[in-house]
Nanobody, 123 residues
Framework: QVQLVESGGGLVQAGGSLRLSCAAS????????IAWFRQAPGKEREFVAG????????AYANSVLGRFTISRDNAKNTMYLQMNSLKPEDTAVYYC????????????????WGQGTQVTVSS
């Protein structure tokens, strides 16, 4: 059974940091491209960051570039999103996702999705 389980969300003040984790099981995580998306209330889901299964392929949304870092630990079947200098507009439900090969990280055509974790940034 494929599972992606996010954790690490919560309430933080503007300027603070959070690290999200996503534990994967049921598929060969190390061979999958991965990504984080988010969805704020009343808005469409949007791409945040993507990372290739191997090598330097990665991408970030302009809105988080320089503040967020995506990473993975294939030995632990876990992906991370380090979020620094958080802003109120970063408030959203954050989802992790995986696909065999992402031709475009920002596309939401991923095979597997987590259930989401809430991040709330207060001003």
């Amino acid at each position: 059974q494929v599972q992606l389980v996010e954790s690490g969300g919560g309430l933080v003040q503007a300027g603070g940091s959070l690290r999200l984790s996503c534990a994967a099981s049921g598929f060969t995580f190390s061979t999958y491209d991965i990504a984080w998306f988010r969805q704020a209330p009343g808005k469409e889901r949007e791409f945040v960051a993507g990372l290739g299964w191997s090598g330097p392929r990665r991408a970030y949304a302009n809105s988080v570039l320089g503040r967020f870092t995506i990473s993975r630990d294939n030995a632990k079947n876990t992906m991370y999103l380090q979020m620094n200098s958080l802003k109120p507009e970063d408030t959203a439900v954050y989802y992790c996702a995986g696909t065999v090969r992402a031709s475009d990280f920002a596309s939401d055509a991923y095979d597997y999705w987590g259930q989401g974790t809430q991040v709330t940034v207060s001003s």
